[in-house]
């Protein structure tokens, strides 16, 4: 088959990983033609866009920017149409908000025989100003017209959607985000020299979390929770896995705090890295309040380590509350301080939780599993 896939932007993210492996596993596994279509990517949150052009046929289309901007998304649309006409796939399949809904309408304006939709996390959320969300609503509403199917990363981000009237239930289907599950089921091995390099020894209790520091990530709530986990756990130290443009912010409060010698911050590492960053860590605590199924829970079990989420999205499906974490209400601090210290004084439940989601979630969430159930969509709407 000949596939497109358009997103915004290839920095180091979920979606953005997700698309990657799709591509190349149509490429290798099934000897599609592929062709990755993205806008420029800079910013903090780092690049993945020298893994795209060594494994991938990609093109970059200058207007195709993330902000919203009457000229450049005119510009992008006749972009997008140009470079479809002259690829001539047999499927398109979209990625994020902006590419998602101007490549939707351009494959559907050419008569592309398959367009697909991937909704990582949708563009409205409860945590927005009212407006703003209706006008994405709107907006992802009149996109879906323009698509044969979504596919969504959770149940949750269907239900969403749904919730929403995006489009009815049966526009979607589930597949869940697919990673390279082997340098996380074999991470174990590099514990000792990542905490050796961050200083750490075997009596330390590590509290990780990887995110880009950026709003609504929710690294405020580990930082308010902080005093209150040391005074019960004094040997506790937080590792911030992550760069965005609230870093120094971040460091400011901790400073104001008095809590330096508790956090570190590891800065923007490789997503090759992220194995060995998680198995330094005792638990991983993730408090964004905006996600579809963030990538670093089932990582996270997958290297044995138990989670502690905010309940929001996708994430119970994975955080599966007392099973292979706790599960929190979003915002909590005080919820957030006692499972950490719950987890910090019973390493025999650390240890059942975290293998509890090795089991559960090994073939689930293995890159060649998502493509092949991704590919069997693309057939079902190619020949009906």
Known sequence: MRVAHIITRLIIGGAQENTILNCEDLINDYGDDVLLIVGPTTGPEGTLMNRAV??????????????????????????????????????????????????????????VRVVIHSVHGAPFYPFQNYLVREFYKYCEYGAARYCHAMISVADAMTDLMVTGKVAPSEKFVTVYSGMETEPFLESEKFRISVRQQFGLSDKHFVVGKI???????????????????????????????GNGILTEYYRREIGRLGLEDYFIFAGLVPPEQIPAMISAMDI??????????????????????????????????????????????????????DAVIRLAENPTLRHEMGQTGRQLFSQQFDHHYMTQQIRQIYQKYYHR
Do not use: C, M
Not at 59 to 86: G, Q
Not at 96 to 107: D, H, N, Q, T, V
């Open 54 to 111: 060594r494994t991938i046929p990609t093109i970059v289309l200058p207007h195709l920017i993330r902000n919203i901007s009457l000229w450049h998304d005119i510009a992008a649309y006749w972009e997008i149409k140009r470079t479809l006409r002259e690829f001539r796939p047999d499927v398109v399949h979209t990625h994020s908000a902006k590419a998602g809904i101007l490549g939707r309408i351009a494959a559907w304006n050419l008569g």
């Open 211 to 241: 995110a880009r520091l950026f709003h609504l990530k929710g690294h405020e709530f580990i930082i308010a929770a902080a005093r209150s986990i040391i005074e019960r756990i004094p040997q506790v130290r937080f590792l911030f896995v």
């Open 284 to 337: 991983v605590v993730h408090t964004s309040l905006r996600e579809g199924l963030a990538r670093v829970l089932p990582q996270a079990l997958l290297a044995g380590k138990p989670v502690i989420s905010y309940d929001i999205d996708g994430a119970k499906e994975v955080v599966l509350d007392g099973k292979t974490g706790f599960l929190l209400p979003p915002q909590s601090v005080a919820e957030l301080t």
